[in-house]
């Protein structure tokens, strides 16, 4: 119990309260970044491959579906198009921002 008092009595309250409101910032505006990526990906996916294509991938079966999908046939040509096209412009944007010797 000494030790407890001694460990509490050394602790600087106004610096860990400092950092306790910062470590809370940074996990609040990790989180909100994850869900901003969670429904980017969600309305990447309705548009592209639902969209062009008519492909909407199945869910997990706890996920809500932030996008409704429609009933369509999907089109494996324009399915197969969608996803080279979108190969082709993730490696031109990869080799306009990778320089000389670090591309591999």
């Known amino acids: 119990m000494e030790r407890l ?3 509490v009595a050394g602790v600087d309250l ?3 309260g400092k950092w306790l409101v910062l470590a809370s910032l940074v996990g609040i505006v990790g989180g909100l970044g994850a869900i901003a990526l969670q429904l980017a990906l969600g ?5 592209f491959l639902g969209g062009l294509a008519g492909y909407y991938p199945s869910e997990a079966a706890a996920e809500p579906r932030w ?3 429609v009933d369509a046939a ?8 969608v996803m080279a ?4 412009v ?3 944007r990869r080799s ?6 670090s591309r591999t």
């Open 5 to 7: 008092r001694q460990f």
């Open 43 to 47: 309305f990447s996916t309705h548009t």
């Open 67 to 69: 996008f409704a999908a």
């Open 14 to 16: 106004r610096a860990t």
């Open 74 to 81: 999907p089109s494996m040509w324009r399915l197969v198009l």
């Open 96 to 101: 306009r921002t990778t320089t000389g010797a």
């Open 90 to 92: 993730s490696g031109a």
């Open 85 to 88: 096209g979108g190969g082709l």
